[in-house]
T-cell receptor, first 112, second 111 residues
């Protein structure tokens, strides 16, 4: 059973701080890694993806991948109350159907 | 921008009814997916399709079927709706090796 694990939270950070969200996965053959943001009652929205070891930055967001340790993380700099949401980690293994395995999500709360 | 459109945001049906959920994408994506999302259980894959008229079972296909007659449209069918199928249903699409993009979701209630 391929698993993707996230701490469910809530993770509470003050406005302006760095939020660090972590995700571990069990399938060593995993190829691609995605972070989705989901506001309450809404559908998941893609915010970052990363395919290679190291860091990938996009505005206030940085995705970090370490395949040897089987973890992927998302850093949000200068956190804003509007960042309060559930963040889903998704992992794609080596499968032809482009299927993703999702973690349960981490709820982030940014307090003004 | 990728546009994935689900036919209804909210839907209320009765036990035993046949229910159709429709999903249309405008990006010529080969892959399309149906998930359901429930509190505490996360996103679970029901069915997916990687080509017209092709379908594959996901993790929880029981009680559901799908249809993909055209590349842009992927339908989820509840053959005989039951109360345990009350859920948020999410459709997604992608090209091979590209990220999946989701529609707005359909919140389905079975009474």
């Amino acid at each position: 059973q391929k698993e993707v694990e996230q701490n469910s939270g809530p993770l509470s950070v003050p406005e302006g701080a760095i939020a660090s969200l972590n995700c571990t996965y069990s399938d060593r053959g995993s190829q691609s890694f995605f972070w989705y943001r989901q506001y309450s009652g809404k559908s998941p929205e893609l915010i970052m993806f990363i395919y290679s070891n190291g860091d990938k930055e996009d505005g206030r967001f940085t995705a970090q991948l370490n395949k040897a340790s089987q973890y992927v993380s998302l850093l949000i700099r200068d956190s804003q109350p509007s960042d309060s949401a559930t963040y889903l980690c998704a992992v794609r293994g080596n499968n032809a159907g482009n299927m993703l395995t999702f973690g349960g999500g981490t709820r982030l709360m940014v307090k003004p | 921008d990728v546009k994935v459109t689900q036919s209804s945001r909210y839907l209320v049906k009765r036990t035993g009814e046949k229910v159709f959920l429709e999903c249309v994408q405008d990006m010529d994506h080969e892959n399309m997916f149906w998930y359901r999302q429930d509190p505490g259980l996360g996103l679970r894959l029901i069915y997916f399709s990687y080509d017209v008229k092709m379908k594959e079972k996901g993790d929880i296909p029981e009680g559901y079927s799908v249809s993909r007659e055209k590349k842009e449209r992927f339908s989820l069918i509840l053959e005989s709706a039951s109360t345990n199928q009350t859920s948020m249903y999410l459709c997604a699409s992608s090209s091979p090796l590209e990220p999946q993009h989701f529609g707005d979701g359909t919140r389905l209630s079975i009474l």
